[in-house]
């Protein structure tokens, strides 16, 4: 709670149009807005003097309490974790390959994300709190055995610390483009193009093979593919490990 409630926050001024009495010339109006509710990822100049750290900005996004929303350049696309209190990603510019449409929603789906959190908490967490806990007990650690509890035969050690499908919540991907836009035609093909990159991940000249994977194959057929060519790196389950070396 200090560390995200201690961000200390700059002001925008912002200029307000206004029309003059004799109908002709317009004045700006004076404005200023606190970025309680929104701030930018990197340093930032406070009125006081001084900088708010790109840290303290992280830290502050990371938790429960404001700002919630975030905004940042292509910097904060790879390498960081803004994945525990937020699963929504907005993509006010689409970049030009799969890889970086990945890395960018990748920040916000990982370990124990929000998005798998809140899917718990709502499809386990009403039948947990009615059995009641005993002191002491930690309730997260309680509703992920039981999700754990629920793993079907071919889900995986996956399910549920990265995915978990039953319930309200999913990872958001948000693309505000306009009408007639290049940004709106290249949508469904950079969909396409993230299935075959995953196929293609690890692979040298990536861009050649998801090319070809994706030329004369529709989304189903490539997930279709991606299921067969699967290497399955999971680790083996305890009760297989323990007949093994029993």
């Avoid at 790879?78 to 994945?83: A, N, P, Q, R, T």
Wanted: aromatic residues 8%; contains cysteine; charged residues 25%.
């Amino acid at each position: 709670m200090d560390s995200g409630l201690d961000l200390r926050t700059s002001s925008f001024r912002v200029d307000i149009p206004r029309q003059e009495r004799n109908g002709r010339d317009i004045a700006l109006d004076e404005h200023r807005m606190r970025t309680r509710f929104a701030v930018a990822f990197g340093n930032q100049a406070l009125d006081g003097g001084g900088e708010a750290r790109v840290e303290s900005v992280s830290r502050a996004f990371n938790s429960p309490f404001w700002p919630f929303v975030l905004t940042s350049t292509s910097v904060g696309q790879e390498g960081l974790d803004f994945h525990l209190w937020c699963h929504a990603v907005v993509h006010w510019n689409l970049p030009t390959n799969p890889v970086d449409l990945e890395q960018r929603e990748g920040r916000v789906h990982r370990y124990k994300g929000h998005a798998v959190r809140r899917n718990i908490a709502a499809t386990l967490g009403p039948d947990l709190l009615t059995n009641g806990l005993a002191p002491g007990v930690d309730l997260w650690n309680e509703l992920f055995d039981a999700a754990a509890a629920t793993r079907g035969s071919g889900d995986g050690e996956m399910v549920p610390y990265w995915v978990f499908h039953r319930g309200p919540a999913k990872i958001e991907r948000h693309v505000p483009v306009l009408p007639f836009s290049r940004d709106e035609a290249a949508v469904p093909q950079l969909r396409k193009s993230l299935a075959a990159y995953r196929l293609a991940f690890g692979q040298p000249r990536q861009e050649e093979l998801v090319e070809f994977l994706g030329a004369d194959r529709t989304d189903e057929e490539l997930l279709q593919l991606a299921s067969r060519l699967r290497i399955d790196l999971s680790p083996p389950e305890l009760d297989g490990l323990s007949e093994r070396f029993r």
